[in-house]
Each structure stands twice: as structure tokens, then as C-alpha cells.
């Protein structure tokens, strides 16, 4: 059976673009970056992203576009004999596992915020209701495995359709969506009553800051979130190489995706921030930070 390819150059981008633009940019950068110290941490990251993402991220695509296999396969198919590097692939399989059961779990709490966005219930709330709402979500477990199981539903609903007609074609969509969602709220952040400090933090790096955490957990947070965010080590962008043409530059591509990818997380930032510093959230909340300050943010008059 011959392999499914995408249908375009832009289609790849895209749906490259989107199997790293999520979570990690939108809920894991603004906490860590909140975390670590603000516009400081960012520039570390911003360096790793460059010099240890990007390459191996043409890597992940050189190998799924050389052997047109998923990670299940492709290292046995390219490995020079008596060596081991097929023993990856059960790493890697394993490490796919347990991103998408991460991911699920925050996607439906993702589903159930905007249900509840959709009805209203944040509207007049403060931001000490806003987080208490969270905290409700997290002491319901059967609401929690709803919504989990609502997001796996949709996640194979669409794949089902297959490559091009149906992950390619919701992925061209929801990133249209997602870009104008993002520069929407980042202007509405940016104009809220108090913005400015927000912006100064999250703009103005302050070594000082991070060193309160010490540099080398700084350093170790930075990279892992530039390997994080890029969804690279597990093998997942190798199964887009796969489904690419061998006539397309394997580096320009990925540097549309690392593109992609910062623009994001950097319009999260632009957004969560000056939110923070508006509606009196600390920025080193931890992973409920969006949770807290989004719903102020689409509320907000």
C-alpha cells in the first residue's frame, strides 16, 4: 500500500507547525517562562531553540523522509548492520504513549473551560473565583475523564479521515483560528489597565531573577522546553518526513516550523503576562497560570 503523502508544501508547515504549537507554547511556555524569571529565561530558551532544537529537528525529518516509516520501523529499516540503533525505537514508542496521555488530560480540561467560556460562568468573576473554578475541575474526577475521553474522541475522529482530508485539512483551519485568536487577545491583553509592568517583565530580561532560581535549573528548564515545545527525541516529526517530497528542503521547512512555533509562544506570553500584572495573578503560579488568567482576559470589558 503505498504511503499517504500531504498534499502540499504548506500543508506540511502547517501540520508540522501544529504537532508542536499546543501545550507547550500556549500553557507550559508562559508558566515556566513566569517560573524562571520572565524576559531573561526566554532569551535562554531562545538559544537552545537555535542551536540544539532546529537541528535535530531535520534530523527527526531526514529520517522519516529517508525510510518512509513511522519510529516504529524506520531506524530498522536505516540502520547499518550489527549495530543497535532499532533498540530507540521502543524509547521512543514509549515516549509517545505518555505524551499523549499528558496531552488528553490537559486537552479536556482545555474543553471544559471553553464550554464554560461559551456559557458565560466567568463573566464578573475575580481572579480569586477564576482560580477557585480550576481548583472545582481538579476535584472532579468523572468531569476530568469526560472531557478526557471528549478529546481522544475528536483526536480519532479526525485521523480516521486520513492524512489529507482529515489531519491536514482540520490542521489549515485551526491554525487560521489560532493565529487570529492569538493576536485578538494579545492586543486586548496588551491594553488592559496595569499592562505595562507586565510587558516589562515579560520584555526587559532581569538576570537577577533568574539567578534566584539558580543557573544551572534555569539552563536545564530552558532546554527542556525548547525540546518540549518542538516535540522532538520521541520521533513524532519523523512520521511527517515520511509524508513529504524528497524534492523539498528539509531545513527551510524546519525553520518555517521553529518560526511558527516561537511566534506562538511568543504571542502567549504577550497575552498571559500583562494579564497577570492587570488582574493581580503572580506570574510564577505554576501550571494553572493560563487557567487563571485567560478566562479574566476574554471576560475582561
Not at 490537559?106 to 477557585?132: N, T
Request: proline share 3%; glycine share 10%.
Amino acid at each position: 500500500m503505498k504511503r499517504e503523502h500531504l498534499s502540499s508544501r504548506l500543508g506540511f508547515i502547517l501540520i508540522t507547525a501544529a504537532c508542536s504549537i499546543g501545550l507547550g507554547n500556549v500553557w507550559r511556555f508562559p508558566y515556566i517562562t513566569g517560573k524562571y524569571g520572565g524576559a531573561s529565561f526566554v532569551l535562554l530558551y531562545a538559544v537552545f531553540l537555535v542551536i540544539l532544537g532546529l537541528p535535530i529537528v531535520v534530523m527527526e525529518f531526514a529520517v522519516g523522509r529517508a525510510s518512509q516509516r513511522s519510529v516504529a520501523m524506520s531506524f530498522d529499516l536505516l540502520e547499518p548492520k550489527g549495530t543497535k540503533w532499532h533498540w530507540y525505537k521502543y524509547m521512543a514508542i514509549i515516549g509517545n504513549y505518555l505524551l499523549m496521555m499528558f496531552y488528553t488530560v490537559i486537552s479536556g480540561w482545555l474543553i471544559w473551560y471553553f464550554v464554560k467560556m461559551a456559557k458565560g460562568d466567568f463573566e464578573g468573576l475575580s481572579s480569586e473565583q477564576v482560580s477557585g473554578v480550576f481548583g472545582e475541575l481538579l476535584d472532579s474526577p468523572l468531569i476530568m475523564v469526560v472531557c478526557t475521553m471528549a478529546a481522544i474522541a475528536i483526536a480519532v475522529f479526525v485521523c480516521a479521515q486520513g492524512i489529507q482530508k482529515g489531519v491536514e485539512r482540520v490542521t489549515k483551519v485551526m491554525m487560521v483560528f489560532l493565529f487570529s485568536l492569538l493576536v485578538v487577545l494579545a492586543v486586548k491583553a496588551i491594553l488592559l489597565p496595569g499592562a505595562a509592568e507586565g510587558l516589562r517583565y515579560y520584555l526587559l530580561p532581569d538576570f537577577g531573577a533568574m539567578m534566584e532560581n539558580g543557573l544551572a535549573e534555569s539552563i536545564f528548564a530552558a532546554m527542556g522546553q525548547a525540546f518540549f515545545t518542538l516535540s522532538i527525541g520521541i520521533g513524532a516529526l519523523s512520521v511527517f518526513g515520511s509524508r513529504i517530497d524528497k524534492s523539498s528542503s528539509l531545513t527551510e521547512n524546519a525553520l518555517y516550523m521553529g518560526a511558527l512555533d516561537t511566534l506562538v509562544a511568543f504571542l502567549s506570553g504577550l497575552i498571559i503576562f500583562p494579564a497577570c500584572f492587570s488582574f493581580g495573578v503572580e506570574p510564577d503560579s505554576g501550571p494553572n497560570l493560563l487557567f487563571i488568567t485567560m478566562p479574566n482576559t476574554g471576560s475582561a470589558v
